[in-house]
């Protein structure tokens, strides 16, 4: 290679820095055309990653410093406000310039949560509302899954397909060998015609889990959860951790909102799990009510108050696109630090 070309090659590398919370730092440069998230698997940084597309969020980071695009076409489970604040999923962002890069869960976190395959059997299949199915499974007896953090999700195998998809567990690990998923059965799709046409107790799947980085953080500190529709799956797992912990005194909300009434479910869940926590504060809306609905009529989001923040509170958002992205507004209005809002956004792309 001629000098000339030595300093071309040069000109397109960049060095990035990926620091993970737990203080450890990687540095690796990165070539024309690789994604952070290439660069970060080529040196063996243990980013969290799964679906390579754009669609499920795991690999997500937060610029520091330098320069990082991202090609807006794959960020489907980014909301316009995190790429604002310089959140990237490393699988379409690209280092401009030399940067530095945080992951916000420690470098040992895909270690020590990696993920394995196995089968679940179907024991209980009952639909909870007009759309949604509540699936409770036993999990092989060889499986190995007592690794995964509340909030987590797997992915299951749609019986009689090649297809994957994405659900997060709604109990925890002490349910184990027991999992619970709720799922929002759509008019057409692969697994919502499974599930309306097909599925029966004794079924099995396939499942490879655990995935993600949206888990419950910190304990000790107040909580502030809002879910949408079956967005409410990884927040049952979160607050049953959260009471199953022996630390109950920082108040946890959970602000659940629906469109209608019939959209609602795990009602007597929620007030079971209100009357066992008493530091939980449990918020279910209807944005359109019709008949007699005597509850809170708003966006769920909006039950939540200036009252409600302090300083250290973190907050978790799962629910459609436009939800998460006003919940996270309002959130960031009312007082809640940026890095504090965690978002997962269950996007019916095929993760
Ligand atoms: C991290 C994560 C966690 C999730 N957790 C949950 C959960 O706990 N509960 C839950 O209910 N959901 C969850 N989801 C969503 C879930 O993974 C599925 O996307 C959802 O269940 C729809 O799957 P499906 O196979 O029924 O529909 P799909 O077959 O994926 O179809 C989805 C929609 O796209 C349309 N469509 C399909 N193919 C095409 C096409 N070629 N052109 C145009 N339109 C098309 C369908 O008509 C349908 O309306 C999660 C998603 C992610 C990313």
């Not at 509340?150 to 690990?173: C, D």
Request: hydrophobic residues 35%; proline residues 3%; aromatic residues 8%.
């Amino acid at each position: 290679m001629s000098s000339a070309e030595a300093v071309a090659v040069q000109e397109v590398t960049s060095k990035v820095t990926y620091r993970f919370n737990d203080g450890v730092e990687f540095e690796a440069i990165s070539g024309e055309g690789d994604t952070l998230l290439d660069v970060a698997r080529n040196n063996e940084v243990p980013i969290v990653h799964q679906c390579l597309t754009g669609s499920c969020a795991s690999c997500i980071c937060r610029v520091d410093t330098g320069d990082v695009s991202m090609d807006s076409d794959r960020v489907m489970s980014l909301l316009p406000s995190e790429a604002r604040e310089g959140f990237r999923l490393t699988c379409t962002a690209y280092a401009d310039t030399d940067c530095v890069v945080d992951l916000d869960y420690p470098s040992t976190f895909s270690e020590d949560h990696a993920a394995s395959q196995s089968v679940i059997t179907i024991e209980e299949l009952e639909w909870v509302n007009h759309n949604t199915v509540r699936i409770t499974a036993e999990l092989d007896e060889d499986a190995e899954m007592e690794n995964f953090e509340a909030g987590q999700y797997v992915q299951l195998k749609v019986p009689g397909t090649e297809e994957w998809r994405s659900y997060s567990m709604s109990s925890t690990v002490r349910d184990l060998p027991e999992l619970t998923f709720y799922i929002r059965v759509l008019d057409d799709g692969v697994m919502s015609n499974y599930l309306r046409d097909r599925a029966a107790v004794g079924d099995t799947l396939e499942i490879d889990g655990p995935y993600g980085v949206f888990y419950l953080r910190e304990e000790k500190v107040p909580q502030i959860m809002i879910a949408g529709g079956t967005g409410l799956a990884p927040m049952m797992s979160m607050i049953d951790t959260l009471r199953l912990s022996n630390f109950r005194r920082k108040p946890v909300i959970l602000a659940f909102g629906c469109s209608f009434e019939k959209d609602l479910f795990a009602q007597d869940e929620l007030e079971l799990r209100g009357n066992w926590m008493r530091n939980l504060d449990v918020r279910t809306c209807v944005s359109r009510p019709e008949g007699d609905w005597d509850g809170l009529t708003m966006r769920a989001q909006y039950s939540i108050t200036k009252d409600d923040i302090t300083e250290d509170t973190i907050a978790y958002l799962c629910g459609p696109p436009a939800m998460n992205e006003a919940a996270r507004e309002h959130l960031e209005e009312l007082g809640v630090k940026g890095e504090n809002i965690h978002v997962e956004l269950f996007d019916t792309a095929h993760a």
